[in-house]
């Protein structure tokens, strides 16, 4: 069955720290991943997405993600965080358009100023 | 225009009423979702609409009643709910190309009393 993984559920930081979040993903194929941030009381937002090509992908706010094939892994970093990136972060999944979009249990990020 | 617009923001319904939750895209995506996502969990997919037919059903009980009256449209229909449904109702659409990111709307807060 198709499923998203992700390790992490609660990462507390101090500003400026590096971030990574893991993300697995079960074979399925071609995947479309996507990394989506739900801040608090906000609706789902895209961070950034890979279908194809450079597997390391850069997104909005300092965000990128490195998409490695042989370890099913599409991990989540940011060189120095923030407070404001204090939110919820998903991982997700999808093998075509109209398909299902699979969310991994997702991680709190918690930034302590 | 990249929203994707929900009605109501938040609903308190009980039991016994009939209430229905709507969505809406301009984007001419033609495939829509419905989520559910309760307080610190993923969200999780009822229903998938593909060029307004329903493909996917996650197995979510009658009483929600998805209906797609045309492309930009989606409804749930909801009759005799119980308390445990109450949760964050998430709609989504996405593009026909299968390299493509869903787009939420900010979901309608609902409570059963």
């Known amino acids: 069955a198709q499923s998203v993984s992700q390790h992490n559920h609660h990462v507390i930081l101090s500003e400026a720290a590096s971030l990574e979040l893991g993300c697995n993903y079960s074979y399925g194929g071609t995947v479309n991943l996507f990394w989506y941030v739900q801040y608090p009381g906000q609706h789902l937002q895209l961070l950034l997405k890979?279908?194809?090509?450079?597997?390391l992908v850069k997104g909005i706010k300092g965000f990128e993600a490195e998409f490695i094939k042989s370890k099913f892994s599409f991990n989540l970093r940011k060189p120095s965080v923030q407070w404001s990136d204090t939110a919820e972060y998903f991982c997700?999944?999808?093998?075509?358009?109209?398909?299902?979009?699979?969310f991994g249990s997702g991680t709190r990020l918690s930034i302590r100023p | 225009d990249t929203e994707v617009t929900q009605t109501p923001k938040h609903l308190v319904m009980g039991m016994t009423n009939k209430k229905s939750l709507k969505c809406e895209q301009h984007?001419?995506?033609?495939?829509m979702y419905w989520y559910k996502q309760k307080a610190k969990k993923p969200p999780e997919l009822m229903f998938v609409y593909s060029y307004e037919k329903l493909s996917i059903n996650e197995s979510v009980p009658s009483r929600f009643s998805p209906e797609c009256p045309n492309s930009s449209l989606l409804n749930l229909h909801l009759h005799a709910l119980q308390p445990e449904d109450s949760a964050l109702y998430l709609c989504?659409?996405?593009?026909?190309?299968?390299?493509?990111?869903?787009?939420f709307g900010q979901g309608t807060r609902l409570t059963v009393v």
């Open positions: 997700a999944v999808s093998y075509s358009s109209a398909s299902k979009i699979i």
């Open positions: 890979y279908f194809s090509g450079d597997p």
């Open positions: 984007m001419g995506h033609r495939a």
């Open positions: 989504a659409s996405q593009g026909r190309t299968v390299h493509t990111e869903a787009f």
